[in-house]
């Protein structure tokens, strides 16, 4: 399967499914994240979330929010029902956020939803 964009400025650098399968997202070299329905193979959303290359990405568990990592380190929350970047997070900057893991957590029999930040550590 194969998007093109129309002025082809900018390369797919990462992608990411939803738990249905219904929507890809893919993460772009111009900062965009850019949402397509699957059925129709029609592009649903197109979201600047960052001004440098995203390069991880992944839905959050119950679909609603996308979670795109640049190159800068800085994290860009994004609603799939509205095109535009709900918060950014700049902790993890200057590193790149190369893998953005999102898992559902119980404690104390109460759904738990964070984001942590883990930075790689060079050990000498």
Do not use: N
């Amino acid at each position: 399967m194969q998007f093109e964009l129309a002025d082809r400025r900018a390369a797919c650098l990462v992608a990411a499914f939803d738990s249905a399968s219904t929507l890809v997202a893919g993460g772009y070299s111009d900062g965009v994240i850019r949402v397509f329905e699957l059925s129709s193979l029609k592009l649903r959303l197109r979201i600047a979330a960052h001004t440098c290359p995203v390069v991880s990405l992944a839905f959050s568990d119950d679909d609603k929010t996308v979670l795109a990592g640049s190159s800068e380190g800085r994290i860009a929350l994004a609603s799939t029902a509205a095109a535009g970047p709900v918060r950014v997070l700049a902790d993890h900057a200057p590193a790149p956020v190369t893998v953005i893991d999102v898992q559902r957590h119980s404690v104390l029999r109460r759904e738990s939803r964070r984001v942590w930040l883990m930075r790689d550590m060079l050990i000498q």
